[in-house]
């Protein structure tokens, strides 16, 4: 669906302005009686005006049935009477019947056949409105049983003298396609498209074109929609008489085309080039598309630079449209002046805010201003960002901030400029305004490393108001970088401890890396506050990635003090501008899809279309630049040596043994803490000695490698041996069978001996009550003994349980509300990241995290070795030990068993937790 249209839009619904829309119900009021009657036996009085003689009660009867179906109510049930009235001559009640089979035909498949006569009857009719109405009308008919009988009557439309008929059966092949892909390749009708591409009129050329990309796209048998220099020709001649969307559907075929040499390129771009000037949006992106595509491989620079001029009076009058078709340009654009920055350069005024432009229109504009920015206007772009900063608008104003540290990042010459204006705006002590002018001075200390050192005193002094995480862990990470230039360091990070527990993630690791930074430059006064931190870190916190960097830092320290420093000191990467920039290949995908969703996301379009994925388009790859050769990068450098200084890289504070013995591990060695968490319940008796004849069987389930096993112990309690075991299972609800003989041939008096028998799920069904019961069968050479056990759910769980997020969404959606199951589970002492460790040890997969209203949602899927489905939400407040638990499953009965295993995995958290 192209964006910038009026309404909505696709091949289903393209229409020619030839067709006059008939009027259906009268402008003067009198029609409003069809929504409005509330007469009992409704359906029974129109069945009876419906088969009336009179063909003015047999319209009007038609009109309310077509009323009624608007406004929602269920009319079905008269479908035979309605299809009795399509033989007629009036073209009103004609299209108002077919309106209500193409609405019913899917739910009446073999009442819908009745109609085929007069479909095919209709395709022969003299009037090409009525001609072109029942061939479109069959191709909205997605039946399968009818569209064998669709094949001879759009065989006759497609060669129809008049181009309206054949305009209107070009759509419909790419309609046929859809429900019949086979049917289309083998009637040829795809062959009878590629002849339209001749036709003389330009609408049943733009039709055409629309069909065959359609296919195309779609198509699993390669590129049946193959552009020729002669096939381009006729489109570049059509382009210049079809509407507004055919030139749409053209240009967008065009972009998919390479020409073969210069000649034909600059021949294409001259031709496509007026089209810039369109009034209509869609077509002045649609030509920017084919442009961008092809000016790379433009080899005169001439007139390269001559079609990269043609571009900016287009691009910037589109900001002079309506907000909306504003925001998509400015996404558009976004893509574009990352590519090639010099389009608009000197255009930067358009994109200063007004007053009353919309937030997300202000906000897309800074990001243009920014990549945009230079040496010759970066002072009107700080002046401007400078009064953005004093709006009112929160999050303009924050973008605002950071938008100015991000010229200080970009361009150089404006760096001292830019920490002066962040300096102005912290004296302004707007709490919002100091903490992201925090958070953009820490980039710029990373930019410029030893040359604005001297506002940290500055900075210090609003440690109070800092209260979001990210302006925190800035001004943390500044504390920690020059830590030796600030004299109470240790006190500043100590104030940050007191809420170390609560603090963001975020906060807790920089606290940790500052503070051993602290240590290693200024070891004599530090040790307290390390070993406090690094205690924290490892023996109270149950986030895994702090807990894994404290382990790391303290062993570090303990055993190479030196290469503690070389890590924890290195240098850092200078951040520039183009960390902020969409990697290449990406940009050039995206390119390929302007004035598409794809082009407003900055996400290519496989990542947000359900089912079928169009084929990735790149660029070509550019003729006039040198390629540069690209150097592999060491990405270690530590030297482990003793550092860059050899002996003694620590200097004169380097720690000194003495200094580190307080430094002594604690909690869970490494081999502990990363423990596998799959979950394996403790055997239990089911076969007990008194009843097995001596034999006493405990047993439990458990899920490895993505196989189930029976870990069972056979205990014989009597004085005689037992031999020629084996081992059966009965029909039950999953097919579980043994997947191997028992391997057990003697059992010694008073002898134990555990086995570990595979299972499959391949023997025969039958439901059991419960649905996880087992009855089993084992012989000996005593007797046969029966007994039963009940299967954990997670073991019955499979490995391809993880759903995606859109996939979970539309699922939850779709079972009922009165379906879902709640259960709140008390006493879990894991935090949530280990409880959905555990779960996924467990092949129950998390889908998405996310935090609302200070509570943590989990979304987890799970897929049984049948294939069923079931849906869980998890909710808890952080710090709590309780959580919530909402279960859906379009097979209800198995609600239950997951039920079950979910608390029993959430509680077995607790073992790890406790370990």
Not at 751 to 759: G, K, R, V
Request: include cysteine.
């Amino acid at each position: 669906c192209k964006l910038f249209c009026c309404s909505s839009f696709s091949l289903r619904g393209f229409c020619c302005p030839r067709q006059t829309p008939l009027k259906m119900f009268g402008s003067g009021g009198t029609d409003g009686r069809y929504f409005t009657s509330s007469k009992k036996g409704e359906i029974f009085e129109l069945k009876q005006q419906l088969n009336s003689a009179k063909k003015n009660e047999r319209k009007d009867a038609v009109k309310k049935v077509i009323a009624s179906m608007t406004v929602g109510k269920d009319v079905s049930s008269l479908f035979s009477d309605v299809i009795n009235c399509i033989q007629t001559d009036n073209l009103e009640l004609k299209k108002l019947v077919y309106l209500y089979l193409m609405n019913y035909a899917k739910t009446q498949p073999d009442l819908a056949i009745m109609a085929v006569n007069t479909f095919v009857k209709d395709c022969l009719d003299p009037n090409p409105l009525i001609r072109a109405l029942a061939v479109r009308t069959m191709g909205c008919i997605r039946v399968d049983k009818i569209t064998e009988y669709l094949c001879d009557p759009l065989r006759k439309c497609l060669r129809d003298d008049d181009p309206y008929v054949r305009k209107t059966a070009a759509v419909c092949v790419a309609k046929l396609y859809d429900i019949d892909p086979n049917l289309v390749e083998e009637q040829g009708f795809v062959d009878a498209l590629q002849e339209l591409l001749s036709d003389a009129n330009p609408m049943v050329v733009a039709n055409a074109v629309a069909a065959l990309a359609e296919i195309n796209e779609y198509s699993a048998k390669g590129n049946l929609f193959d552009l020729n220099a002669s096939t381009v020709s006729k489109l570049l001649t059509a382009l210049n008489e079809c509407t507004e969307w055919g030139q749409v559907f053209i240009l967008d075929s065009l972009a998919l085309y390479e020409p073969k040499d210069q000649r034909e390129l600059q021949s294409m771009c001259e031709r496509v080039t007026p089209r810039l000037q369109h009034v209509n949006a869609a077509v002045v992106l649609s030509a920017v598309k084919v442009l961008m595509k092809n000016i790379e491989a433009i080899q005169d620079a001439e007139y390269r630079a001559t079609i990269t001029k043609k571009l900016a009076p287009p691009l910037v009058t589109l900001l002079s449209s309506e907000p909306e078709v504003q925001y998509v340009a400015l996404r558009n654009i976004n893509l574009i002046v990352q590519k090639h920055p010099g389009i608009l350069a000197n255009h930067m005024k358009v994109f200063f805010v007004k007053y009353n432009d919309p937030i997300y229109v202000k906000l897309e504009k800074l990001d243009v201003m920014i990549r945009l920015a230079s040496d010759a206007n970066i002072q009107e772009v700080l002046s401007e960002l400078k009064e953005y900063a004093t709006e009112v608008d929160v999050d303009f104003v924050r973008k605002s901030v950071r938008a100015i540290g991000r010229c200080a990042i970009k361009v150089s010459a404006s760096a001292q400029r830019c920490v002066d204006t962040l300096l102005e705006l912290i004296q302004t002590k707007v709490n919002y305004v100091v903490q992201e002018a925090i958070v953009v001075i820490k980039d710029i200390f990373r930019k410029y490393p030893n040359q604005y050192e001297g506002i940290i005193a500055t900075l210090c002094e609003n440690l109070d108001v800092l209260d979001e995480s990210e302006a925190k862990a800035a001004m943390i990470w500044i504390v920690g970088e020059y830590a030796e230039r600030i004299d109470n360091a240790d006190e500043l990070l100590d104030s940050f401890l007191a809420n170390f527990a609560e603090e963001n993630p975020q906060v807790q690791l920089q606290l940790l890396t500052a503070t051993v930074k602290l240590f290693v430059k200024r070891p004599s006064g530090s040790q307290e506050l390390v070993q406090k931190v690094l205690a924290l870190a490892t023996q109270e916190s149950d986030n895994p990635d702090l807990r894994d960097r404290g382990y790391i830092y303290w062993r570090l320290l303990l055993a190479d003090p030196a290469a503690a420093k070389s890590v924890v000191l290195c240098e850092k990467p200078l951040i520039s501008e183009e960390t902020d920039l969409l990697e290449p290949s990406l940009l050039d995908e995206l390119l390929c899809h302007i004035s598409s969703l794809a082009s407003v996301y900055h996400k290519p379009p496989s990542t947000f279309v359900e089912g079928r994925t169009p084929g990735r388009r790149m660029l070509p790859k550019t003729t006039h630049e040198d390629e540069e050769d690209e150097q592999p990068v060491d990405l270690i450098g530590i030297n482990t040596e003793g550092g860059e200084g050899g002996e003694g890289a620590f200097g004169a504070d380097e720690p000194t043994m003495a200094q580190l013995e307080g430094l002594q591990l604690g909690g869970p060695s490494s081999n502990d803490y990363f423990t596998n968490r799959s979950y394996v319940a403790p055997k239990e008796l089911w076969l007990p000695a008194a009843k097995g004849k001596g034999l006493e069987i405990t047993g439990t389930f458990s899920r490895r490698n993505g196989n189930m096993f029976m870990d069972m112990t056979f205990a014989n309690r009597s004085m005689a041996p037992m031999s020629d075991f084996a081992v059966q299972f009965n029909k039950n609800s999953f097919g579980l069978s043994p997947a191997e003989p028992l391997q057990l041939a003697l059992l010694a008096a008073n002898a134990t001996q555990d086995i570990s028998l595979p299972m499959s799920n391949l023997g025969a069904i039958q439901r059991m009550d419960p649905l996880q019961k087992l009855q089993i069968a084992v012989k000996n050479n005593i007797d046969v003994l029966y007994f039963s056990c009940v299967v954990p759910t997670h073991v019955l769980l499979s490995e391809d349980g993880a759903l995606e997020k859109s996939m979970y969404l539309s699922n939850w959606r779709e079972i009922p509300d009165d379906s879902e199951v709640s259960v709140t589970i008390n006493n879990v002492l894991g935090s949530v990241d280990s409880v959905l460790s555990t779960l996924q040890s467990n092949n129950v997969f998390t889908v998405a995290k996310r935090n609302a209203d200070g509570q943590e949602l989990c979304y987890t899927s799970m897929k049984f070795i049948n294939n069923i489905w079931v849906l869980a939400e998890l909710k808890t407040t952080p710090g709590s030990n309780q959580f919530q638990i909402s279960i859906r499953s379009r097979t209800a009965e198995v609600i239950p068993g997951v039920q079950q295993a979910l608390e029993a995995l959430l509680l077995s958290t607790n073992q790890f937790s406790e370990a």
